[in-house]
């Protein structure tokens, strides 16, 4: 097996880094404390206030855009066994953001997958300033 193992580089001790949790603030990371190891690993710490921050922003606008197109969706999840179902998106093209659909590409996103292109043209028009801000 060729597979090479990646291996995460920690902070050092003591050193000031930012903790992205309900809200942002600095903290000296403690190499030998598990708890402070453990939320390293999640993603949780920050090199600095900014990008601590901008977690954040994107955490709250992902759990809101998800909880709305639940609701819209009305109970509809994309089936990726089904190539005849249609999935709406929401896509960016020149700094635009616009509606697109798939059959069967399962790409990564972040954002929902809606039932309708109506629903996703109506969370651009509520959500499309603020998905520009915070993830484009």
């Given amino acids: ?11 050092e001790d003591e050193e000031v880094i930012y903790l992205a949790d309900c809200e ?26 900014q990008e601590a921050e901008q977690h954040l922003k994107e955490r709250r606008l992902l759990f809101k855009l998800h909880q709305w197109a639940e609701m819209k969706n009305e109970g509809w999840k994309p089936d990726w066994s089904n190539d005849e179902q ?10 635009v953001l616009l509606t697109d659909y798939t059959w069967c590409y399962n790409r990564f996103f972040k954002l929902p997958f809606f039932k309708t ?3 996703a043209q109506e969370c651009i028009d509520i959500f499309g300033d603020e998905i520009k801000e915070v993830l484009y």
């Fill in 1 to 11: 097996d060729d597979k090479k193992e990646f291996k995460l580089t920690y902070p």
């Fill in 24 to 49: 942002v603030t600095s903290v000296l990371y403690d190499a030998v404390d598990k708890a402070d190891k453990r939320i390293f690993e999640h993603g949780l710490y920050f090199n600095t206030e």
């Fill in 86 to 95: 249609e999935k709406y998106f929401i896509g960016v093209r020149g700094g």
């Fill in 117 to 119: 292109e109506e629903i």
